[in-house]
């Protein structure tokens, strides 16, 4: 069984390893969703992961709904991750754009207008705005015309993350944004060809995934899904249905790699996880799997060796720990994440994690 410090390829990809830096939106960015340049030291600082895939990056105004998070549709945003991409790569590491669109969790004060869903439906709790928590405010259902529309605005923030400089992209399948809330009957109620069955709740990742792997080449694209938890509302009546027959719709795709969300019980993050389904998957998906949530270096070694996942990807630990590769590799301890600051502007909390030599000299 492969360790986690072998190399890993993913589609072009050559991994050193497979240690794998999760999403992670951190707030960073201006409130027209441009990059900072503070953002090239955080990602560089972490470049010795094997991948890095971005926190979640805006496909359009209308799908992004997270103060201070980047986007990926105007030129000037495009420009601004040149010097983030530059830096990764200049440090040795790789990195990929997480592609997003958040659905009915996009408050209206945010997109601009009413959020588009599935359904007509509102997402419980409340959503983070300018001016703090709001509750979400009701989606209108997607025409086929929008679906249209939104599936081109994928492909754009695809070719604009190559133009980046980014090394592909991730879609954004998980946690009850815009592609759960299609794929899920919880909040998925059409009559149309984009609702009802299994088949017909596939048919919009599947556009997407044609859209995104048409522009920039399928080898270049991967995809996040969260199938064993309910998130922000999102959830399905038979997630192991659904997701074994996604797996057979992404392995006709050729989608090389995959990452799952997939918290077990006593999970320190998130709602309680039900049914996992990374090892159905696995039957019917020959592709690349990455796993996540709650990792640490041997429980990620023990994963590896059950021979589902050929990656482990890691979010509050590389987050607290720039050279977390270097850390699992020599059993060193590890910095604590600081949650207060996860989505705070500024450095504090996210280029000030010390690494061991700076620990050390302190
Ligand atoms: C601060 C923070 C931001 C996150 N942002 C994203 C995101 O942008 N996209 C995403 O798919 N998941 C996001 N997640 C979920 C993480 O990628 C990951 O699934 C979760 O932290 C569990 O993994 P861990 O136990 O290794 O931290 C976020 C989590 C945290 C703590």
């Known amino acids: 069984m492969p360790s986690l410090f072998d190399p890993l390829d993913l589609g072009p990809l050559q991994l050193p390893n497979r240690i794998v830096m999760a999403p992670l939106t951190r707030g960073r960015a201006t409130r027209e969703a441009v990059p900072t ?5 955080y990602y560089a600082q972490r470049a010795s ?34 010097p ?23 408050h209206p004060d945010l997109g601009g207008g009413q959020p588009v869903s599935a359904s007509a439906t509102t997402a419980p709790d409340y959503a983070h705005t300018y001016e703090g928590k709001k509750p979400y405010g009701e989606a209108r259902a997607a025409t086929r015309d929008d679906i249209r529309r939104i599936v081109g605005d994928y492909e754009r923030a695809a070719r604009n993350a190559v133009a980046a400089g980014f090394d592909g992209v991730q879609v954004h399948g998980a946690n009850g944004y815009l592609i759960d809330q299609f794929l899920r009957d919880g909040a998925n109620h059409r009559s149309d060809e984009y609702g009802g069955s299994v088949e017909n709740r596939l048919r919009f990742v599947t556009e997407v995934l044609e859209a995104v792997g048409g522009a920039i080449g399928m080898d270049r694209v991967g995809i996040r899904f969260s199938p064993n938890i309910l ?28 990452e799952l969300r997939e918290p077990r019980p006593g999970t320190s993050f998130g709602s309680a996880p039900t049914e996992p389904v990374s090892g159905a998957m696995r039957e019917h998906y020959s592709g ?16 590896l060796d059950e021979g589902v996942a050929d990656a482990i990807s890691f979010g509050r630990t590389i987050l ?24 705070t502007q500024g450095p504090e909390g996210y280029v000030d994690y010390p690494r061991l030599d700076e620990a050390r000299a302190a």
């Open 37 to 41: 340049p503070i953002m090239a030291d």
């Open 49 to 82: 992961a094997g991948l890095i895939i971005s926190e979640a990056t805006g496909i359009s105004r209308e799908g992004l709904g997270w103060p201070f998070a980047p986007g990926l549709w105007t030129a000037e945003q495009v420009e601004a991750w040149k």
């Open 84 to 106: 983030v991409t530059d830096a990764v790569h200049a440090a040795g590491g790789r990195m990929v754009a997480q592609l997003w669109h958040m659905g009915r969790l996009v």
């Open 231 to 258: 998130s922000q509302g999102v959830e399905d009546s038979d997630p192991v249905g659904l997701f074994t027959a996604l797996a057979k719709r992404l392995e006709e795709l050729s989608v090389p790699w995959i």
């Open 288 to 303: 690349r799997i990455v796993l996540n949530s709650d990792y640490n270096g041997p429980s990620a070694q023990a994963r």
């Open 320 to 343: 607290a720990n720039p050279d977390l590769v270097e850390r699992i590799r020599s059993g060193a301890p590890l910095n604590q994440p600081n949650t207060r600051t996860f989505y």
